[in-house]
């Protein structure tokens, strides 16, 4: 899921992204395929030389700017391999479990993680470390106002044992849950989509009399966490998730790797660490769960620390180290959109506007007055977007005087690509040097706007470093 959320971010940017899988499940090829990623089979074992290299030759196929590696087995032979290769490397890593760091970058997203544990690295290599860089997916990190409503008294259960729950965790805890006194329990038991036991736990769950809701592989898991007082989780990528919404967290482990990751974030008070799944024991679960249920302060501490370490904009920090060296687009240019290109430009912005609101239908004064009266005022500068000779987008920005201050603001008015150019890096490119150029032109800030829904083009901007600061009201009708 955290490559899935690395992933989600460079499409926003304008990127393609390839999974090269040895191993997967039905339910995490379809989740992939939905987001628009391609999959690429892998049948060397995982880890071996000859992995490398085919690694290696799809990177290479397919002209990838940066290869992305995430997994326990991968050790400091395989990055070597990798980078011997001529690739550019991003290791995702817990705790320094490697010898040696071949890799350009590695990221640690853990609480208590250091530069001396990375201190075996080569001298390019470099770290992004902590919780500012956890990964989370699209729809968590579009939730920036999050605001969690905290009762007196918890009465919501969560319980998620990731995508396939190999310890069947998820049934033992059913059962456990069925003898805890809690007055007005609600229980929801999310089922991953590679979850073996889905059948035994319908069964199970059809039979008890306890207000049990089932939910198998949603789509909503922000919302679900948002409705729920305390998780029931065993680590991994669901446990950055619940930080971020703010959920009370009982958190398992499987490994020794997640034991000391959850032992950390015991320590600071943000979760609640339960000890290993295989060493589980009903009876040690209830007296905990039932006063943290009783205890909206100490709810109410671990909401705050989960938002203080993780602020859902990781992948957008990640981006900030491995775009610039990426989106460089060979044979773009930004070209004044001159006067007798009036009726070509016009199309292509009734064609933007279009997208932007399928009912939009120009009026004649706009049909009139847009193009002339930004090609009169000398503060806009209007331009094709040229990729080797075809006009595939324009970009509309200029700088302004302040309206109260004796300042100027840069902005940027429009930004468009036509769809069959889009996910190459072209809009990121053409937007960072019209950035660089408002601040030369003593721009005290550059702002922006983007219509409401459109979460593609809002992440492109965050990830270049726009903050959402205002929300805009239009009345389109007079009070009657």
């Not at 860089?133 to 968590?140: H, I, K, P, S, V």
């Not at 805890?180 to 989509?193: D, F, K, Q, R, Y």
């Amino acid at each position: 899921m955290r490559c899935l959320a690395l992933a989600q971010a460079w499409q926003d940017a304008g990127g393609t992204a390839v999974f090269a899988m040895a191993e997967s499940t039905p339910s995490v090829d379809a989740r992939l395929r939905a987001e628009g990623m391609e999959i690429v089979g892998l049948k060397a074992s995982p880890n071996s030389v000859q992995d490398a290299q085919d690694v290696a030759a799809v990177a290479r196929d397919r002209s990838a700017a940066w290869v992305v590696v995430d997994g326990y087995q991968f050790d400091s032979g395989y990055q070597r391999n990798l980078k011997n290769a001529g690739l550019k490397l991003l290791l995702v890593d817990d705790l320094g479990q490697c010898g040696h760091y071949f890799a350009d970058l590695v990221l640690d997203q853990n609480v208590h993680t250091t530069d001396e544990i990375y201190a075996n690295r080569e001298s390019y290599t470099r770290l992004l470390l902590g919780p500012d860089y956890a990964l989370l997916r699209r729809e968590f990190h579009a939730r920036g106002d999050w605001r969690r409503n905290i009762p007196a008294i918890g009465r919501k259960v969560l319980i998620t044992m990731g995508g396939s729950d190999p310890d069947n965790l998820t049934l033992r805890l059913v059962g456990a849950l069925n003898k805890i006194s809690i007055p007005n329990l609600e229980i929801t038991v999310v089922a991953g989509g590679s979850n073996p036991q889905l059948p035994e736990l319908q069964r199970t769950l059809a039979g008890l009399k306890a207000p049990i809701r089932l939910v198998r592989n949603p789509s909503n898991m922000p919302e679900i966490m948002d409705d729920s007082d305390i998780a029931i989780i065993c680590a991994g990528g669901t446990l950055w998730e619940l930080l971020y919404a703010g959920c009370a967290t009982f958190s398992y482990f499987r490994t020794p790797t997640q034991g000391q990751i959850v032992a950390e974030l015991d320590a600071m008070g943000a979760i609640r660490s339960m000890g290993a799944a295989a060493d589980f024991q009903p009876n040690r679960l209830a007296c905990p769960l039932e006063e943290m249920m009783a205890c909206r302060d100490g709810r109410e501490k671990m909401a705050h620390l989960g938002r203080k370490l993780v602020d859902g904009k990781g992948a957008s920090r990640v981006l900030g180290h491995i775009l610039p060296e990426s989106m460089n687009v060979a044979g773009l240019r930004m070209i004044p959109v001159k006067a007798e290109e009036r009726e070509e430009f016009m199309e292509m912005a009734q064609q933007h506007f279009r997208e932007l609101n399928p009912g939009f239908s120009p009026e004649q004064d706009w049909k009139n007055s847009y193009f002339d009266n930004i090609k009169s005022n000398p503060k806009y500068a209007l331009r094709w977007i040229d990729a080797d000779g075809r006009r595939v987008g324009f970009i509309l920005s200029g700088v302004e005087a302040h309206r109260f201050l004796p300042r100027q603001t840069g902005a940027i008015y429009e930004v468009y690509v036509v769809p069959e150019e889009r996910r190459k890096g072209i809009a990121r490119a053409c937007a960072k040097q019209v950035i660089e150029e408002l601040w030369k032109e003593s721009a005290s800030k550059i702002q922006l706007e983007v219509v409401e829904g459109n979460a593609e083009a809002a992440e492109l901007w965050r990830s270049l470093g726009f903050e959402k600061v205002t929300e805009r009201f239009v009345l389109t009708e007079p009070a009657r």
